[in-house]
């Protein structure tokens, strides 16, 4: 699930195996989040579009896919963006190979 702001994405199989609704996932979400701790309130949820984490653009349209398809569609990284498991946060790094030498 991406964040409200779009370049935060948590990833949980904890939540996971509560994927068979959507309605249930977004209210655990909520209550997973707020015992978590996090700092800050990221608003998780499967709707959510990714964006540039800076320029802020959305990436992505979630609106009118379907819930299955969300749940199990690819993760998508990118330079900026927070990744949030069960276990830890990241920040994501990419590291660019110069090709040209």
Same mark, same amino acid.
């Given at each position: 699930m991406y964040s409200k702001d779009g370049f935060s994405l948590l990833v949980s199989e904890?939540? /996971? !195996?509560? /994927? *068979? #609704? $959507? $309605?249930?996932? $977004?209210k655990v /979400?909520? +209550?997973y989040e707020e015992n978590r %701790? &996090? @700092? !800050?309130h990221? @608003? &998780?949820s499967v709707r959510n579009e990714m #964006?540039?984490?800076n320029c802020k653009f959305p990436l992505t349209s979630?609106? !009118?896919e379907k819930y299955r398809k969300i749940i199990d569609s690819r993760l998508v990284f990118l330079d900026g963006m927070t990744f949030i498991n069960d276990e830890k946060s990241y920040q994501v790094r990419i590291k660019v #190979? *110069? +090709?040209? %030498?």
């Amino acid at each position: 699930m991406y964040s409200k702001d779009g370049f935060s994405l948590l990833v949980s199989e904890q939540l /996971a !195996k509560m /994927a *068979d #609704k $959507e $309605e249930l996932l $977004e209210k655990v /979400a909520r +209550t997973y989040e707020e015992n978590r %701790n &996090f @700092g !800050k309130h990221y @608003g &998780f949820s499967v709707r959510n579009e990714m #964006k540039c984490p800076n320029c802020k653009f959305p990436l992505t349209s979630r609106t !009118k896919e379907k819930y299955r398809k969300i749940i199990d569609s690819r993760l998508v990284f990118l330079d900026g963006m927070t990744f949030i498991n069960d276990e830890k946060s990241y920040q994501v790094r990419i590291k660019v #190979k *110069d +090709t040209h %030498n």
